[in-house]
């Protein structure tokens, strides 16, 4: 068989898994946090046709080996992390992360933690605060010192006596009129005779190499051995970036490189397909020479 026509094939092939990652890009270009991803070409191994030698004193010079490339693979898909842009939803339970870091969530509000930069978050009747699909945003208690992995899962009650600034369903009990997140992610209640006290702190982490960073669907990000530990603290504080409540961060696609990324990967399957094509003619040429 020609070697061309496995050539052709890896070429195929690599160029069709390009055509995924656009394809995804473009159906995430609205997707709260997406993050584009990008796909890398490596040559395959190359046939020695013949070996390079060096100079000979006084004699024939040096001659180049001959080597003939046996295709493409995919060498790599890597993600771009660069911050989206914020826009504006005027809702109390949007955030958006301007700068470094991820809010850190729960399914069971323990220490099972996964990331995400999506902060379209949800109250349910207990007053947990949650996820689109039900994980809990994890945080700090009021008073605690905001380091290390954040072990409570964050609540804005309806209730609270301000007295004990705790939860009462009693008659001693006022109703929050209001409530507000600060750059640093501290969560204050307003009740309804005035008073306000902090309930907790978002907590957020950071990671040395987030290209290493696993997708988990459903906006979340889970650690990987090439990740690193993550590295908890709260927004404002060190390398984390600020909390703006009221907005959400937007997807970073840039739909016109992606449409130029859908055609380039789409005339190169076809240059694959007509090399296809034309071993094929070559090969009916050969069959045809015994008649």
């Known amino acids: 068989m020609l070697p061309s026509l496995y050539s052709g094939i890896s070429g195929l092939r690599a160029n069709q898994q390009k055509l995924n990652v656009v394809a995804n890009n473009i159906a995430n270009s609205s997707t709260t946090g997406f993050k584009?991803?990008?796909?890398?070409?490596?040559?395959m191994i190359s046939q020695n046709l013949s070996d390079p030698s060096a100079p000979v004193?006084?004699?024939?010079?040096?001659?180049?080996?001959?080597?003939?490339?046996?295709g493409v693979k995919v060498?790599?898909?890597?993600t771009d992390f660069t911050n989206g842009s914020m826009q504006s939803t005027n809702r109390n339970l949007d955030?958006?992360?301007?700068?470094?870091?991820?809010?850190?969530?729960?399914?069971?509000?323990?220490t099972d933690d996964y990331y995400t930069r999506d902060g379209a978050f949800v109250l349910d009747k207990d007053g947990n605060l949650l996820t689109q699909e039900g994980n809990h945003v994890m945080g700090y208690a009021s008073g605690a010192t905001g380091t290390?992995?954040?072990?409570?899962?964050?609540?804005?009650?309806?209730?609270?006596?301000?007295?004990?600034n705790g939860v009462d369903t009693g008659t001693d009990a006022q109703k929050v009129s209001s409530f507000s997140v600060g750059k640093d992610g501290s969560i204050t209640v307003k009740l309804g005779d005035g008073t306000s006290y902090e309930v907790g702190q978002i907590g957020l982490a950071s990671f040395q190499n987030e290209g290493g960073l696993v997708k988990m669907g459903g906006n979340l990000?889970?650690?990987?051995?090439?990740?690193?530990?993550?590295t908890y603290g709260t927004s404002g504080s060190g390398s984390f970036g600020d909390i703006n409540q009221g907005m959400?961060?937007?997807?970073?696609?840039?739909?016109?490189?992606?449409?130029?990324?859908?055609?380039?990967?789409?005339?190169?399957?076809?240059?694959?397909?007509?090399?296809?094509?034309?071993?094929d003619e070559v090969l009916q040429d050969l069959?045809?020479?015994k008649r």
């Open 57 to 70: 004193n006084n004699g024939i010079g040096g001659v180049n080996g001959k080597q003939s490339g046996l």
């Open 221 to 230: 990000y889970k650690t990987s051995p090439n990740s690193g530990d993550a």
């Open 148 to 164: 290390g992995q954040p072990t409570t899962a964050l609540s804005i009650k309806q209730y609270y006596t301000s007295a004990t």
């Open 287 to 289: 069959v045809n020479l």
């Open 248 to 279: 959400l961060e937007m997807s970073n696609v840039d739909l016109a490189q992606q449409f130029t990324d859908m055609i380039i990967a789409q005339r190169a399957f076809q240059a694959n397909g007509k090399i296809i094509s034309t071993d």
């Open 95 to 110: 955030f958006a992360l301007d700068g470094t870091g991820y809010f850190v969530v729960s399914p069971d509000g323990g």
């Open 75 to 78: 060498g790599g898909i890597s």
């Open 36 to 43: 584009t991803q990008s796909m890398n070409f490596e040559d």
